[in-house]
């Protein structure tokens, strides 16, 4: 009925959002994670994944879950705590804390599910959570689902987030969460500093490695490349990023993942990722540990686009991985470019709010391990040609 909740909320809400510039549209495409895509008839380079390491369409990881799925079907049954375990869980869980110098693993459904997983089992109302303000939005529902309190410190800022513990010197369980490589900034965490302040403290520290994994250290993440895997207490992840497939995780003591898996309620009340999917994040797991120099590739590539686009005047916004930002503000700017970008064969995401702060629009190019030495001609030509109509 057009007076109830429907009409009077659902349908303004709706035509006020199609008129905004934040507006979101899902273009159709059918190779999203590919280098090439196909997008309204047009071939485009594809800028806007996180399939860092080009995995999603390696030949072991489609042989093994191919396999998987004729030998076990498709799907996992329940959850985990009601339908027992898979041997594909476990040997991931294994291979997974192996890979992270952790004690123990647990797989959840996605990365998402993962942070949701962490907070409702180690935070409560009794908890301080010290949270990075651009730490990503499964992050921030982890914490508000916990009941714990939310305290946001300046991005990067460790002499602010050092006053705030001060601040809260006397609050019982406290925890500090950040991102390791930030999302939609490519920047890192200072995590040395961050790890001083948490013993300082007595903090737990958690990380969140999404978009590092497979990527720094050799494919281990940020932590490992810092030499701090004994001294950072949670690390989360996902597959779904370099490790070109699905599913999230969790590194860390034993007891730790002891509570996870009896607390957690994205775990315990979901059900288990299909052995398809389990059985590609151990081939891409495998694939990594095997190709240890994949990574420190993404990063060369992505210090000559950055260099390129800082020559050219763009505002790279303090990125030193292969996510690189490109700053535009307003966020029909942002658009604009995107579609400039788009005429000259590049598929770049728009990044608006409230993905990213007010005011803070930008173009967000994901680089891949995968790209050619014509692709990487092909970027910086297209940004050239951006440049002039950006600073005409
Ligand atoms: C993408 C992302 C997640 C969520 O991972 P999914 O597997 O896509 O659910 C969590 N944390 C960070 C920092 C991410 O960038």
């Given amino acids: 009925m057009s007076t109830s909740f429907f009409g009077k909320y659902i349908v303004p809400e709706a035509a006020k959002l199609r008129n905004s510039d934040s507006y979101r549209t899902i273009p159709p495409v059918d190779d999203g994670a590919a280098r090439e895509v ?25 042989e093994a879950s191919n396999k998987a799925a004729t030998r076990h079907g498709c799907s996992s049954g329940a959850s985990r705590l009601i339908t027992g375990n898979f041997a594909l869980a476990e040997t991931l869980e294994a291979e997974l ?22 907070f409702t089992s180690l935070a409560d109302r009794h908890t301080v959570v010290f949270s990075d303000r651009l730490n990503h939005a499964s992050i921030i529902d982890g914490i508000l689902l916990s009941g714990a309190r939310l305290v946001r410190y300046k991005h990067l ?70 030499g701090l895997s004994n001294d950072v207490d949670v690390q989360v992840g996902t597959m779904s990023k370099a490790l070109g497939s699905l599913g999230g995780y969790v590194a860390a003591r034993v007891e730790t993942i002891e509570l996870l898996r009896n607390k957690g309620r994205s775990f315990i009340f979901s059900t288990a990722l299909p052995p398809a999917v389990l059985a590609a994040g151990l081939a891409a797991l495998r694939h990594v540990k095997a190709n240890p120099g ?28 292969q996510i690189i930002p490109v700053f535009c503000g307003r966020n029909r700017v942002a658009l604009h470019a995107q579609a400039l970008l788009r005429a000259e064969g590049l598929l770049v995401a728009a990044v608006r709010p ?10 967000r190019l994901s680089l891949r391990a995968d790209l050619t030495d014509d692709d990487l001609k092909h970027i910086r030509l297209g940004f050239s040609r951006l440049r002039v109509s950006f600073f005409p």
């Avoid at 804390?97 to 962490?118: D, H, R």
């Avoid at 040395?192 to 520290?205: N, P």
């Fill in 294 to 321: 994949l990574g420190a590739r993404l990063m060369r590539i992505s210090r000559q686009i950055r260099d390129h686009l800082d020559s050219l005047g763009f505002d790279t916004m303090g990125s030193t991985t």
């Fill in 38 to 62: 196909v997008y309204s008839g047009a071939k485009l380079l594809n800028l806007a994944s996180n399939n860092y390491l080009g995995l999603s369409h390696h030949p072991d990881l489609i």
């Fill in 97 to 118: 804390a192996t890979f992270k110098y952790q004690e123990a693993a647990l797989v959840t459904g996605s990365g998402y599910a993962a942070n949701l997983a962490v």
């Fill in 354 to 363: 409230p993905t990213v702060p007010q005011g803070t629009a930008r173009l």
């Fill in 157 to 226: 800022d460790m002499e602010h987030l050092s006053r705030l513990l001060d601040r809260e010197a006397l609050a019982e369980k406290k925890i500090i969460v950040t991102d390791t490589v930030f999302s939609m900034d490519g920047d890192v965490a200072p995590l040395a500093r961050l790890v001083e302040l948490g013993k300082a403290h007595g903090a737990l520290v958690v990380v969140d490695e999404a978009h590092a994994m497979g990527v720094l250290g050799r494919g281990r993440g940020l932590v490992a490349a810092l």
